[in-house]
């Protein structure tokens, strides 16, 4: 670790002629170093989009990865709504989620970052895994 709280060994190029120390969480995507605040920083938009073609029906709206959910009734909606809570409480990182009886929608964008990292991607990764195909 260095000075700055991130691993070192592991670069991410910030302008064409800069590099610097990156931090790769255990959601396997490189970002950018921890800002002095010590949250993450928004993702590049050219890996947010590379990141979103590999999460079907996910789309960028309003500065967050968004997407809706359908499901044959209200319990339905409720038992997936809870597993959500329940992966996003363990992993720290809690979406916007909106109800409408067995519509569910999810937004994720990283206040304290201004916009989507990392975590987001990792966290809609997991939601997504609850569907299945």
């Known amino acids: 670790m260095?000075?700055?709280?991130?691993?070192?060994?592991?670069?991410?190029?910030n302008s064409v002629s800069q590099f610097q120390p990156c931090y790769?969480?255990?959601y396997g995507l490189n970002v950018r170093q921890f800002s002095e605040k010590g949250g993450e920083h928004m993702l590049d938009p050219e890996v947010r989009?590379?990141?979103l073609r590999k999460l079907p029906d996910w789309t960028y709206q309003d500065n967050a990865i968004v997407r809706s959910f359908?499901?044959?009734d209200f319990v339905g909606a409720?038992?997936?709504v809870n597993r959500v809570a329940d992966m996003a409480e363990r992993a720290g990182h809690h979406p916007d989620i909106d109800i409408r009886y067995n519509?569910?929608?999810i937004a994720l964008s990283t206040h304290s970052a201004g916009g989507v990292t990392a975590a987001d991607i990792s966290l809609a990764r997991q939601i997504a895994a609850l569907i299945p195909d």
């Open 2 to 13: 260095d000075g700055g709280g991130a691993p070192t060994g592991l670069t991410c190029v």
């Open 103 to 105: 519509q569910v929608r």
């Open 78 to 80: 409720m038992v997936f």
């Open 70 to 72: 359908t499901f044959p």
């Open 24 to 26: 790769r969480g255990w």
């Open 49 to 51: 989009e590379q990141e």
